[in-house]
């Protein structure tokens, strides 16, 4: 199974038809390389908003739609966090391979492309955290900025504790690979366990929707 992660608008749908395209770019075609992924599996979609339905029935039709296995298009920042991470977790412990690549997006890039989206695409749905997101940096940026680094940490706990065979790390809409995070890069802040503790409790309706 293909993991394709990220925040909203990191460049998840534009990275799968890169892969998927018969007209690939280079890096498109050194990801595949390099993460050995078989056409067969990027045939096959997994989708959440289906895979939720059949789970509050069983687990055993999850593991039939899996299948032969599949790729997946997941939103850290989308709708259902708890409920999306608990089956993501499921799939990963029944497949026989697991890549993740979590594509990471600055705090900056991240505020404005989604700004840009909802301009551009107004019928596009976007999540309540993101709406909350865009309140909070338009009044308090700093604060935003902190509860952004703070869901990125806990994705990254997720991916820590994740039954993954490996974890590929991409930049949003760049050609290369990142051997690690650059927290400063991407204007992460480095929360003190007493500053975490405060936003919990300070942003405790809106950091639900993420986490």
């Known amino acids: 199974m293909v993991v394709i992660a990220g925040p909203s608008c990191s460049g998840k749908t534009w990275l799968i038809k890169q892969i998927r395209s018969e007209n690939r770019s280079a890096f498109a075609g050194l990801i595949k390389k390099k993460c050995k992924i078989k056409g067969n599996v990027l045939a096959n979609r997994?989708?959440?908003?289906?895979?939720?339905?059949?789970?509050?029935?069983?687990?055993e039709q999850i593991q039939e739609r899996f299948g032969r296995g599949g790729y997946l298009h997941f939103d850290l920042t989308g709708r259902q966090q708890q409920l999306k991470r608990k089956i993501l977790h499921e799939l990963m412990k029944n497949a026989d391979q697991v890549i993740i690549l979590n594509i990471v997006i600055s705090f900056e890039q991240w505020i404005e492309a989604n700004k840009l989206r909802k301009v551009e695409e107004p019928d596009h749905s976007i999540s309540s955290f993101v709406k909350g997101m865009l309140r909070l940096n338009a009044r308090d940026?700093?604060?935003?900025?902190?509860?952004?680094?703070?869901?990125?940490d806990c994705w990254q706990q997720y991916l820590d504790r994740a039954p993954s065979n490996r974890c590929i790390i991409l930049e949003s809409r760049q050609s290369s690979f990142l051997e690690r995070v650059d927290r400063d890069r991407l204007g992460l802040v480095r929360l003190t366990r007493l500053q975490v503790v405060w936003l919990k409790i300070r942003f405790a309706a809106l950091l639900a929707k993420a986490s």
Do not use: G, H
């Open 141 to 152: 940026p700093v604060a935003a900025r902190k509860c952004y680094s703070l869901v990125f």
């Open 46 to 59: 997994l989708r959440l908003s289906v895979l939720r339905k059949d789970w509050r029935k069983s687990k």
